[in-house]
């Protein structure tokens, strides 16, 4: 598989507003970056996030649908991979309950200039 440089930064603002760059502008890709998000409240049914180009331009929004009865602060790993065709995807597991849910995407098609979602 050949690979290229990532012609953008590409981060990850979380449910609580905080963002983690997940691959840097020159970065050898393919690439896979993880981040961990914990439930807000018992019974949470939906984790959402939302993946920005250079920190400024909305990508996507990322939404897990999550299974009835998770605890609060329960640990979701999300996992976000981008190919060296600069494709972008999304999923999150919880080994424990053994879940596994990829993102549904709500793509910002306006303004993503590099990556693109699928």
Not at 49 to 70: I, K, M, S, T, V
């Amino acid at each position: 598989m050949p690979c290229v440089n990532a012609p953008a930064s590409l981060s990850l603002r979380g449910p609580d507003g905080s963002s983690q760059r997940l691959v840097e502008r020159g970065a050898v890709l393919p690439a896979r970056a993880r981040v961990v998000f914990a439930t807000a409240r018992p019974g949470q049914r939906v984790l959402e996030c939302a993946l920005y180009e250079d920190d400024e331009r909305l990508l996507a929004r990322a939404r897990f649908e999550l299974p009835a009865g998770l605890p609060a602060n329960c640990w979701i790993p999300v996992e976000v991979s981008v190919g060296a065709a600069l494709s972008v995807a999304a999923e999150a597991r919880e080994n424990l309950r053994r879940l596994r849910v990829d993102a549904a995407f709500d793509v910002a098609e306006a303004s993503a200039r590099h990556f693109r979602i699928g």
